[in-house]
């Protein structure tokens, strides 16, 4: 079916719209980062005399430095455990199709239904008990629990479309379930475990609410949740608490212009596969 030329214009001028809507925010906060703290800019203008040591001060203010480091140490806790135990479930359910993989799927996908407003005072109670409230492990433990619905999900998506005459015929040349899932299938999942693991670094680094409700000491809390307490003490000074922002906001963007074609191509694949 031929698409006409307003058809085309109209989806367009749709797509800038919305892109306009996404990207004026962003503008506006950047542009009262730069004006002088302590003051209320009016409107999105650009100041006229921009100063960019805010940046400088909100990053020595929050003290990034250190919950650079935190925020760190909680992605390496967090992103290769859940990818390698999300992986191996994922494996089990769609390509060895163990008995009952259909009620574990369902299991999984329910977890997608649980909001986290739900389960923090549980998890605020339960920690405090073990005796992990107030540490990195608060943050990383749940966390990993947390991606398990959707990380299974998503890793499913691809096995289950994986051809099953590539597990027939490695078995026929004595392969056990080891090598079935590390040398033959786990290769050729590349592309959605590394997508997988951008969205789980990305989501663990923008965590707000676990950090700000289950640890205390601010040096053991990642960089959205430390902004929280910066908004705490700063929250009359716009311009700095913006500058905070953008430098919480910064490491995100990078990873996403490196690495969006390998999300998208995974999004791809498994919008043509599923």
């Not at 020595?60 to 925020?71: F, W």
């Not at 760190?72 to 290769?80: A, E, F, H, K």
């Not at 992986?87 to 574990?104: C, D, E, K, V, Y």
């Not at 990078?254 to 498994?270: K, T």
Request: glycine fraction near 8%; hydrophobic fraction near 55%; charge should be neutral.
């Amino acid at each position: 079916m031929k698409i006409s030329r307003g058809e085309v214009i109209t989806g367009r001028a749709f797509l800038l719209l919305m892109m306009l809507i996404t990207v004026l925010p962003f503008i506006s906060i950047f542009t009262t980062a730069l004006y002088p703290s302590g003051t209320i800019p009016d409107g999105l203008s650009w100041p006229a005399n921009p100063q960019w040591g805010n940046f400088i001060t909100a990053f020595k203010v929050a003290n990034m430095g250190t919950l650079l480091e935190s925020s760190l140490s909680i992605v390496l806790m967090v992103v290769p455990i859940a990818l390698l135990i999300s992986t191996m479930a994922a494996f089990a359910i769609g390509q060895l199709r163990i008995p009952g993989s259909n009620f574990l799927l369902f299991l999984f996908v329910f977890g997608l239904t649980l909001p986290m407003g739900g389960i923090i005072v549980p998890l605020y109670y339960m920690e405090r008990t073990i005796g992990i409230y107030n540490t990195r492990f608060a943050i990383a433990l749940p966390l990993i629990a947390l991606y398990m619905p959707f990380s299974v999900y998503w890793m499913r998506t691809h096995f289950v479309n994986m051809p099953h005459e590539i597990t027939e015929a490695a078995q026929v040349d004595g392969a056990n379930t080891w090598d079935l899932f590390w040398r033959i299938h786990l290769p050729l999942a590349q592309a959605p475990i590394t997508s997988l693991g951008i969205l789980m670094s990305v989501w663990t680094w923008n965590q707000f609410l676990l950090a700000l409700v289950l640890v205390e000491n601010p040096a053991h809390r990642t960089m959205a949740g430390a902004l929280g307490a910066f908004q705490g003490h700063y929250a009359t000074d716009v311009p700095l608490l913006c500058a905070g922002t953008i430098v919480v906001l910064v490491p995100t963007l990078v990873i996403f212009v490196i690495f969006q074609r390998q999300i998208i191509s995974a999004m791809l694949q498994g919008a043509i596969k599923g």
